[in-house]
Each structure stands twice: as C-alpha cells, then as structure tokens.
C-alpha cells in the first residue's frame, strides 16, 4: 500500500480484492449464532478459511499495530473496508477474537506473547474465548471462586466458568482466576491465558432449547499454569478485566478493532439480539453488571 493512500483509494483497492477473492452472501445469511452444532462447525471452519485469506491478502487487522501483522492504519479505512465487503460473506466466527481478546493483550502482554498470538489471530489459527462467568457468580464478577493457587514455580488452577460462547470450538482463553484469598476481593485477582484444551480442562457444551450448544461450561482440576502465562502482574487482574469489558462494549458499539462486524450499524451482529432473547427466556433480562 502506498503510504500516501487516501481512505478512498483504499475502499477501490479493497472492493477489487473483494470482488475476486471472496464469496457473495446468497439470500439471507446471519451473523447469528448456528441453530445446528454441525453447521456452526461449518461455519467457524469456514470463518478460518475466510480469515486466512483476508490476511495473505493484506487487509487483516487494519487497526492492529504492523508489528503484530496488522496494517496500523485509523478507524476511516476500516469503515472503508465494512463498505467493500458489504454483500460478501466475512469470517463472523472472529469476532471475539479481534474485538475484545486481541485489544486486551495488544494492552497488556508481553513482547513475547503478543508476538506469538496476536498474528495467529489475525491469521486465522487461533480463536479465543473469555472465561470470566461463574455459575455461583450472578453479576459480582470480582467475587468469583476459581483460584488460581501457587504451587512452587507454577500455579494449580481449579473450579468452573459458564456461559463461554464457543469454547468448544476455540484454542485459547483468557480466564481470571483468584491468586490472593488475603486481600479485598478486587485486588486479589490474575488473569492468565492458557489452550483451552489443556490438561485438567473440562469443556461441556451446554444445550440449548433452540437445539444448539453455543454456550459452555468449563473445569478446571489442577490445571498447571506458569508465571508466564500471566496477562499482566499477578494481582492485576481487575484493571485487566475492566479494560477487557471496555473492549466488549466498543466491539458491541461499533468502534473495535474487529474488521468484520459493526454493532449498532448495518451489519450488526444478530448475536447479540439472540443473547438478549436468552436472558430474557431464563429470567435474567433485568439482572445488570455491579462490579461490586
């Protein structure tokens, strides 16, 4: 790309590489959530697929910093991307991924981390989940009691998360835990990344009236985790989640670094309608985030 690229020029060039490297969305296509378990595979498979290419092709994270392989350019051209895709199929399996996992670690891991992940993400091979609910929680997050334990070097992780969108289907989580039993609840909490499929991790798919399982529940039996799976300093956790949560609420409004889903606008993701729908199916439509 020319550095002296307008936002314009840059929604022609794209347009061009759209209209040849991607499908059209035939008929009426949801950015929803799958009815079908085997169709939401399809469709996270295909996402990756989608995803992959759109990098090889020079236009992934357009707001993500260019060392991490982003394209580091301002929020204009992103919008000039949403207008040359729009009719085409993109990969909504990312959304998460790009719009609140990505940011969080571009704010708070390492050189190293960042340097390992954030490309994959960009790429394609690797979706993240949020393990931040708890079954016993409601809506006191910073009362949570999986813990995080310190056995020599590393640390033993147990107990259980809920309401995990896709973590059948994902590679990494982020997953607070508490580390500090001794201190006020706030401050006594890690946050830490780890594969979801690691050992001690139980992941079990929870059905759904509507027949599918987009929501799981998580175990964790002295899961090990090392120091440098932290996200942050141990301890720090509460600012990393709040930053995390401030990241779920621009992607949800329209304005994060997620190319491929603009909340608020044409093309919003029909996800959150039907998460709206469940909550108000269960009982819980009134039940709002303290913080305390």
Same mark, same amino acid.
Request: glycine letters at 12%.
């Given at each position: 790309?020319?550095?002296?690229?307008?936002?314009?020029?840059?929604?022609?060039?794209?347009?061009?590489?759209?209209?040849?490297?991607?499908?059209?969305?035939?008929?009426?296509?949801?950015?929803?959530?799958?009815? @079908?378990?085997?169709?939401?595979?399809?469709?996270?498979? %295909?996402?990756?697929?989608?995803?992959?290419?759109?990098? @090889?092709?020079?236009?992934?994270?357009?707001?993500?910093?260019?060392?991490?392989?982003?394209?580091?350019?301002?929020?204009?051209?992103?919008?000039?991307?949403?207008?040359? $895709?729009?009719?085409?199929?993109?990969?909504?399996?990312?959304?998460?991924?790009?719009?609140?996992?990505?940011?969080?670690?571009?704010?708070?891991?390492?050189?190293?981390?960042?340097?390992?992940?954030?490309?994959?993400?960009?790429?394609? %091979?690797?979706?993240?989940?949020?393990?931040?609910?708890?079954?016993?929680?409601? /809506?006191?997050?910073?009362?949570?009691?999986?813990?995080?334990? %310190?056995? !020599?070097?590393?640390? %033993?992780?147990?107990?259980?998360?809920?309401?995990?969108?896709?973590?059948?289907?994902?590679?990494?989580?982020?997953?607070?835990?508490?580390?500090?039993?001794? +201190?006020?609840?706030?401050?006594?909490? /890690?946050?830490?990344?780890?594969?979801?499929?690691?050992?001690?991790? $139980?992941?079990?798919?929870?059905?759904? +009236?509507?027949?599918?399982?987009?929501?799981?529940?998580?175990?964790?039996?002295?899961?090990?985790?090392?120091?440098?799976?932290?996200?942050?300093?141990?301890?720090?956790?509460?600012?990393?989640?709040?930053?995390?949560?401030?990241?779920?609420?621009?992607?949800?409004?329209?304005? /994060?670094?997620?190319?491929?889903?603009? !909340?608020?606008?044409?093309?919003?993701? @029909?996800?959150?309608?039907?998460?709206?729908?469940?909550?108000?199916?269960?009982?819980?439509?009134?039940? /709002?985030?303290?913080?305390?």
């Amino acid at each position: 790309m020319s550095e002296q690229e307008t936002p314009e020029e840059f929604r022609t060039r794209a347009r061009a590489w759209v209209e040849k490297n991607l499908p059209p969305i035939e008929g009426h296509a949801s950015a929803g959530l799958a009815i @079908d378990d085997d169709e939401e595979l399809r469709q996270v498979a %295909r996402s990756r697929e989608l995803q992959k290419k759109i990098f @090889d092709g020079g236009f992934a994270g357009i707001r993500y910093p260019k060392e991490y392989g982003g394209q580091g350019l301002p929020r204009e051209y992103q919008v000039a991307w949403h207008e040359a $895709t729009a009719g085409y199929q993109v990969p909504t399996a990312f959304s998460v991924t790009h719009g609140i996992i990505g940011p969080t670690l571009v704010d708070f891991g390492t050189e190293e981390q960042k340097a390992q992940h954030i490309p994959a993400m960009l790429d394609g %091979r690797e979706l993240w989940v949020q393990f931040l609910s708890e079954p016993s929680g409601g /809506s006191d997050l910073a009362g949570l009691l999986t813990r995080a334990d %310190r056995d !020599g070097d590393m640390f %033993r992780l147990n107990g259980s998360k809920i309401w995990s969108t896709g973590a059948h289907f994902c590679d990494y989580t982020m997953v607070l835990a508490r580390t500090n039993m001794d +201190v006020p609840k706030h401050a006594g909490l /890690s946050m830490f990344m780890m594969p979801v499929r690691s050992p001690g991790v $139980t992941v079990t798919p929870i059905k759904l +009236v509507t027949g599918g399982s987009h929501f799981c529940q998580e175990f964790f039996d002295d899961v090990q985790l090392s120091p440098d799976q932290l996200i942050g300093p141990e301890n720090d956790g509460w600012r990393i989640t709040s930053k995390l949560l401030n990241h779920e609420r621009n992607m949800i409004g329209g304005n /994060s670094l997620n190319d491929h889903a603009v !909340g608020g606008e044409e093309g919003e993701d @029909d996800s959150i309608g039907e998460l709206a729908a469940l909550a108000k199916a269960v009982g819980r439509n009134d039940d /709002s985030y303290t913080g305390s």
